[in-house]
């Protein structure tokens, strides 16, 4: 299982950077696949609306106003018919994309198995609403998919009378059976909708629109691809006869050939033990989960940065327990967290200048401390010689950093850069600890714990809380996203900054000031 996940992801990887020179990482659709499930999904919702206003939902009448739709009204209703049929599809390949990506990256175990667990019912429902959509049409398509899924449903011999039997001849077939098919288009795509509300409930900031460019660019592929092949009926359906030869879809109908060479109960069975599969995979096994996040309320002035920041809302405010002057604390639902430290990245106590021996901040991670962060950068440090020291600060998700250590540069790993107080920055160049840094992590836009990449570039730029203090001197900084493939480019880049540290000059040491620091009430990193 691991062999193959290693491949999946490597080709996952390579498709990536090739994505990533022809779309730029920002546009990248390969890190946008859950929002352009969204986008799809208001796609076919809002040509379904337009759809709905010309189609008649009578037995006879279905198919002959989908055909004036088509052909008469080729401009605007064919066009919505192909956007309606073609983002249908787009949905299903972005959603299985999207599935075996977070798979491959191992974003669904641990604290994340909700939002995974909550996924797999969205393929039941995806697959529900495409399929009531052929029955629809009422073509030799839709007559064999009618058939073909109530003899399915027949086979669990729950039902007291055969629903198949609806469709033995054309008088069996009532209009009420069909008005019920279409309440059921209309229905279950409004369950997908809650659904699918329901599946991002654990994700702050979850990315539901995609960037405008990849959306335009998106819609624009669909609309070129629905004026060339645009969609179209098969054949009138004729319940006196059996459809032969049809044009099958197999993103919708993948599954139904096997109605042919199976029974329906080995199907069933098939379905049923792929769903199991799918929803206990995040114990299997069982991620090593590591202590969550803990508040020290002695540190804690409630000031909200943590929540702000935490990409899983686990953090939350709750008024003052322990009598001090401020009027809220946080505090951590330990079973929503996954130990990315981006919390201790945001909290203003999480800085290396204060003098306090053992160094405790308002929040961290009890296994990766802030204060083993600070032992571990002055330990690195100490062994760096020359005149171009460079600290490299790397997450535990992006590339081997071990290979790049040398005598000029030490490396330092946490958790999710964003676990990196700019506070740890301002130190290492104002203390002299090092004459340059340089950050690196996960591909650009595809950051493991979702958004620490962003909250560690806005903090860097001053356009977030805690910001990097203008006094450090950019020139000293350098950033990367290498992700996990990316070495030689790494490499490069390393090797041009230490070019560029030794043009710079020698870096001056500022008097360390004396007695230790509160915790901080907001605006710059104290130093
Ligand atoms: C209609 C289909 C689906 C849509 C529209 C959808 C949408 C989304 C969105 C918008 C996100 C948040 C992305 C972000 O902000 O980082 C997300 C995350 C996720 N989805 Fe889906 N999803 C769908 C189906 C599925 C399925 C079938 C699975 C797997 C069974 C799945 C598993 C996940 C996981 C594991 C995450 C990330 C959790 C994390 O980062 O902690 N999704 N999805
Ligand atoms: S002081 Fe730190 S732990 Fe307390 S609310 Fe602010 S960021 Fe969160
Ligand atoms: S470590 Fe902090 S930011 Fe990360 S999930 Fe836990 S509480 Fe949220």
């Known amino acids: 299982m691991s062999g193959l996940r290693k491949i ?19 546009w990248n659709p390969l890190y946008h696949l859950g929002a352009l499930g969204w986008f799809f999904y208001w796609i076919v ?30 401009y605007a209703g064919g066009v919505m018919r192909s956007l309606h049929r073609y983002a249908s599809d787009a949905l299903i390949i972005v959603m299985m994309l999207h599935l075996l990506r977070e798979f491959v990256m191992d974003r669904y175990r641990g604290a994340r198995w909700f939002t995974w667990f909550t996924g797999v019912p969205l393929i039941w429902l995806v697959f529900a609403c495409g399929i009531s959509g052929y029955w629809m049409v009422w073509d030799v398509l839709a007559q064999y998919i009618a058939i073909a899924s109530t003899e ?7 039902f007291g009378q055969s629903i198949a039997r609806n469709f033995m001849n054309p008088e069996t077939l009532s209009g009420r059976f069909f008005t019920l098919m279409v309440f059921i288009h209309i229905a279950v795509p409004l369950v997908l909708l809650l659904a699918m509300w329901i599946h991002i409930q654990r994700q702050r900031n979850a990315k539901v629109n995609p960037p405008v460019g990849l959306a335009v660019g998106t819609l624009g592929m669909l609309l070129v691809l629905s004026f060339i092949e645009p969609a179209v009926s098969q054949p009138p359906a004729n319940l006196a006869i059996v459809p032969a030869v049809i044009d099958f879809d197999w993103f919708y109908l993948l599954g139904y050939p096997l109605l042919d060479s199976m029974s329906g109960k080995a199907v069933w069975a098939i379905a049923a033990g792929g769903t199991l599969l799918l929803l206990i995979l995040p114990v299997l096994p069982p991620k090593r989960r ?10 804690c002035n409630g000031c909200g940065r943590c929540v702000e920041d935490c990409p899983f809302s686990a ?8 009598g001090q002057g401020f009027s809220q604390e946080a505090i951590v ?20 200048f204060r003098r306090t021996s053992d160094l405790v901040p308002g929040i961290d991670l009890p296994e990766q401390s802030i204060h083993a962060l600070r032992e571990k950068t002055v330990a690195t440090a100490e062994k760096l ?3 171009t020291r460079v600290i490299v600060y790397g997450c535990e998700h992006g590339p081997d950093l071990g290979r790049f250590e040398s005598e000029q540069t030490g490396v330092v790993r946490l958790p999710c850069i964003a676990a990196l107080p700019p506070s740890f920055l301002d130190f290492v160049i104002t203390r002299r600890h090092a004459e340059g840094i340089f950050l690196t992590g996960c591909a650009e836009g595809d950051c493991h714990y979702r958004l620490g990449q962003q909250w560690q570039e806005q903090r860097m730029a001053g356009e977030r809380d805690p910001y990097l203090r203008s006094r450090v001197p950019r020139e000293r900084l350098e950033t990367y996203w ?10 490069r880049k390393l090797a041009a900054f230490h070019e560029r540290l030794k043009a710079l000059p020698a870096l001056e040491r500022r008097a360390p000031r004396k007695g230790a620091v509160r915790p901080a009430t907001g605006g710059e990193d104290h130093g």
């Open 333 to 352: 639902s330990s079973n929503l967290c996954t130990s990315c430290g981006i919390c201790v990245g945001a909290c203003p106590t999480s800085t290396p």
């Open 482 to 491: 290498a992700g996990l493939s990316h070495h030689k480019n790494l490499h």
């Open 315 to 322: 953090v939350s405010l709750q008024p003052r327990t322990d």
């Open 8 to 26: 999946t992801r490597t080709a996952f990887e390579s498709v990536d950077k090739l994505f990533d020179s022809a779309f730029t990482p920002a």
């Open 45 to 74: 919702i809002v040509s379904g609306i337009y759809l709905y206003l010309f189609f008649d939902t009578g037995i006879n009448q279905a198919y002959e106003s989908l055909e004036y739709i088509t052909n008469v009204q080729w």
């Open 290 to 299: 590591e202590a969550a996040a803990v508040v020290d309320l002695d540190n």
């Open 152 to 158: 399915w449903l027949d086979s669990l011999g729950i």
């Open 385 to 387: 010689t020359g005149t």
